[in-house]
């Protein structure tokens, strides 16, 4: 599906106008992160992998400077948005109603999941920011009755201008 595609179960109760507005627009640039600094990948590295020791190339900088990224970095799954970073206008907007189902006709929400795909790792001293879109809809059927299935796709992207990671956020609602 393309932005410009309609979404399929545009006629489900919980969809807006707002929602069908906003399939495939892109807010703003919101947050940065604050610097990432070498203990923080320690730290993360160290939790992520525990009680096993991380890989080296998080954690030493002898180590890791002989590899062909030439410092530490950051694991995947990493989130420099864990600590507190200055916060524009623009971040409110992450959860801003006019993408989101009708709260009137919620009766119910669950996590369906998150898929990624991960760009150049994120090094001490990157600073991230990030953007959100509603990706799309679509809606099935269960014992419950009908389900609307949204996906909000975040991006992440370093000071130079790369992509870090993708992300793909499922909610279930009925």
Partial sequence: MTATDPPRG???PLVTEGMRRAVGVWDEWSAWSAPIRDSDI???????YWPEPPPRRF???RFAASTATGELVAPEEFNPFAWPA????NAARRAAPDRQPDPRAVRGRVNGGCRATY?????????????????????TSSA????LIVEYEHEWRNQRDEVVRVAVYTLIYW
Avoid: I, Q, S
């Fill in 10 to 12: 545009d006629d489900h």
């Fill in 42 to 48: 320690r730290r993360w590295a160290l939790a992520v």
């Fill in 59 to 61: 954690w030493d900088e």
């Fill in 86 to 89: 200055p916060r524009t206008a």
């Fill in 119 to 139: 760009g150049v790792a994120m090094r001490p001293d990157d600073c991230v920011r990030r953007r959100v879109r509603l990706h799309t809809w679509r809606t």
């Fill in 144 to 147: 419950r009755g009908p389900l």
